[in-house]
């Protein structure tokens, strides 16, 4: 499973790349705005930083509009992958930019039936957004499962992005799943690595080793 981190802060993004944890970026007006940053701008640091594809989005609503600006997006650099809404007209976007041999990411789904509409436009990406689903008591991992299962049927090559992913167990589930992808915030790939038993064992070595008196260097 690929990890794309779901930040536009250069230093976050930084730190992960350079431990090999960043396959892409993720990015969205809520990440923008919170970075202070101009998109344009910070979306070119971003895919000069990192090698594989960088999701930035449109904010128009309508099917010309979100093709205008995600051809402007796509001008930044060749890993841009123009990240559309799951509607009616990002669908008509999806399938232009994408026939275009533009990566597009398309994103907002919550239902397979939409993900079944986002392959057959041709997108590269599907985020189906697990969070937001468990926020109103519906198993994300559910929908992760039925796509999974969908897209194998009928062998469509859309990459499954796990989306709104808030916990640890979030991203082991879908692992077992099948996602392809999972983005996630920088906070919750570093805490992958943390467990209480690892804690303690690290402890109780730091502990018998002072006992030894020894150094290493």
């Given at each position: 499973?690929?990890?794309?981190?779901?930040?536009?802060?250069?230093?976050?993004?930084?730190?992960?790349?350079?431990?090999?944890?960043?396959?892409?970026?993720?990015?969205?007006?809520s990440l923008i705005l919170k970075?202070?940053?101009?998109?344009?701008?910070?979306?070119?640091?971003?895919?000069?930083?990192?090698?594989?594809?960088?999701?930035?989005?449109?904010?128009?609503?309508?099917?010309?509009?979100?093709?205008?600006?995600?051809r402007k997006l796509a001008e930044i650099a060749e890993n841009i992958a123009v990240?559309?809404?799951l509607t009616w007209?990002?669908?008509k976007a999806c399938k232009v930019l994408s026939g275009e041999g533009k990566m597009?990411?398309?994103?907002?789904?919550?239902?397979?039936?939409?993900?079944?509409?986002?392959?057959?436009?041709?997108?590269?990406?599907?985020?189906?957004?697990?969070?937001?689903?468990d926020d109103i008591n519906i198993d994300g991992m559910?929908?992760?499962?039925?796509?999974r299962t969908i897209y194998d049927n009928y062998g469509f090559e859309t990459n499954i992005l796990a989306a709104s992913i808030r916990t640890v167990a979030?991203?082991?589930?879908?692992?077992?799943?099948?996602?392809?992808?999972?983005t996630a915030p920088p906070e919750v790939i570093k805490k992958l690595a943390a467990h209480p038993l690892t804690n303690a064992g690290l402890d109780q070595f730091?502990?018998?080793?002072?006992k030894t008196g020894q150094k290493i260097l």
């Open positions: 499973m690929k990890f794309f981190v779901d930040t536009a802060d250069i230093d976050a993004i930084a730190e992960l790349n350079d431990l090999g944890m960043v396959d892409g970026v993720t990015t969205n007006p970075s202070g940053r101009d998109i344009l701008e910070v979306t070119k640091e971003i895919c000069d930083l990192v090698s594989g594809p960088v999701s930035a989005e449109v904010v128009s609503l309508d099917a010309d509009a979100m093709i205008a600006e995600g990240k559309l809404p007209d990002g669908l597009v990411n398309v994103t907002l789904c919550f239902s397979a039936n939409q993900a079944l509409l986002a392959a057959k436009a041709g997108a590269t990406f599907i985020s189906p957004f697990i969070g937001r689903l559910d929908l992760i499962e039925d796509i979030h991203v082991q589930d879908c692992a077992r799943i099948g996602a392809d992808v999972m730091m502990k018998d080793w002072a």
